[in-house]
Nanobody, 127 residues
Framework: QVQLVESGGGLVQAGGSLRLSCAAS????????MSWFRQAPGKERDFVAA????????AYADSVKGRFSISRDNAKNTVYLHMNSLKPEDTAIYYC????????????????????WGQGTQVTVSS
């Protein structure tokens, strides 16, 4: 069982930066593939970024490539989403997700592939 708690959201002007954190409970965090998703009002939950449990493999949605970066610190049971050059269209609730992965290079892109979710943190980007 894994519990996830996101933090770091807030209100920022366009062009600004934020760093989201997702703290996980559980002793096997280092074997969990992690991802960030986001959901804007009236829209589906969309993939943002993913990272394998080794940290060596990452993936990004086209809309955030070059602006967002995902990283993890297995010693602190925490995954991060560094967001730069924020745009109003990045406004959404951001969710952290986790699942066990067999290989250190595995990551997953679809919401249905994840077993555990955080409660979400609101990110609002003003123009």
């Amino acid at each position: 069982q894994v519990q996830l708690v996101e933090s770091g959201g807030g209100l920022v002007q366009a062009g600004g930066s934020l760093r989201l954190s997702c703290a996980a409970s559980g002793r096997t965090f280092s074997r969990y593939a992690m991802s960030w998703f986001r959901q804007a009002p009236g829209k589906e939950r969309d993939f943002v970024a993913a990272i394998s449990w080794s940290g060596f493999s990452t993936a990004y949605a086209d809309s955030v490539k070059g602006r967002f970066s995902i990283s993890r610190d297995n010693a602190k049971n925490t995954v991060y989403l560094h967001m730069n050059s924020l745009k109003p269209e990045d406004t959404a609730i951001y969710y952290c997700a986790a699942r066990i992965a067999t290989r250190g290079s595995d990551y997953y892109l679809a919401p249905l592939e994840y077993n555990y979710w955080g409660q979400g943190t609101q990110v609002t980007v003003s123009s």
